[in-house]
């Protein structure tokens, strides 16, 4: 248990559907981030959200959408999904976003999109 | 740019040790991180360095060299448990990880 959960841990959709990805950290931490992780590739962060403002979106395409409402919760939006969208979505937080902050990581929410 | 080098998969004997090497190039660098990855399961944060040098903790040492854009995570008496992907991660000008694809370590008894 690292302090941070998600749900659900695993999600089958398809290409019309709109789900959403919950993440709840228990840290008190000020920082939360969406990761995807797909095989054998590095991991990417799709969003960035300091104190509850966004702080980064690294080009991530508009039908991933993030909502953080307060420093412990962080959701992510999906809707008309693609196929190669399918992965292992990460969240994590941090005590901060500057030097030496370790992020702490949910177990993940595995994504098919059929 | 933006680019972190690891190697893809290692095998080594119980009991042994193992060195896993990393080489970055990044936009500034704010320091470099090592977290371990079980299969489906969490990463979980195992070393963070800064400076040049070497940092011990327990079975597990990581080296740092800035000049060189070169980091190595060190495993010692390996055990069976130490079987999962080790991700190096190092911190840009911007303060954002750019990840390394993971070393998948398979220990043999």
């Known amino acids: 248990e690292t302090g941070v959960t998600q749900t659900p841990r695993h999600l089958v959709m398809g290409m019309t559907n709109k789900k959403s990805l919950k993440c709840e950290q228990h840290?008190?931490?000020?920082?939360m981030y969406w990761y995807k992780q797909s095989a054998k590739k590095p991991l990417e962060l799709m969003f960035v959200?300091?104190?509850?403002?966004?702080?980064e979106n690294n080009s991530v395409p508009s039908r991933f959408s993030p909502e953080c409402p307060n420093s412990s919760h962080l959701f992510l939006h999906l809707h008309t999904l693609q196929p190669e969208d399918s992965a292992l979505y990460l969240c994590?937080?941090?005590?901060?976003?500057?030097?030496?902050?370790?992020?702490?990581f949910g177990p993940g929410t595995r994504l098919t999109v059929t | 740019g933006q680019n972190i080098d690891q190697p893809t998969e290692m095998t080594a004997t119980e009991g042994a040790i193992v060195q896993i090497n990393c080489t970055y190039q990044?936009?500034?660098?704010?320091?470099l991180f090592w977290y371990q990855q079980h299969a489906g399961e969490a990463p979980t944060f195992l070393s963070y360095?800064?400076l040049d040098g070497l940092e011990e903790k327990g079975r597990f040492s990581s080296f740092l060299s800035r000049s060189k854009g070169y980091s190595y995570l060190l495993l010692k008496e390996l055990q069976m448990k130490d079987s999962a992907s080790y991700l190096c991660?190092?911190?840009?000008?911007?303060?954002?990880?750019?990840w390394g694809a993971g070393t998948k370590l398979i220990i043999k008894p």
């Open positions: 991660a190092a911190m840009d000008s911007n303060y954002q990880l750019i």
């Open positions: 994590a937080s941090s005590q901060g976003t500057g030097p030496s902050y370790e992020q702490y």
């Open positions: 360095n800064v």
């Open positions: 959200y300091s104190l509850e403002e966004r702080v």
């Open positions: 990044t936009s500034g660098f704010n320091g």
């Open positions: 840290l008190g931490h000020n920082a």
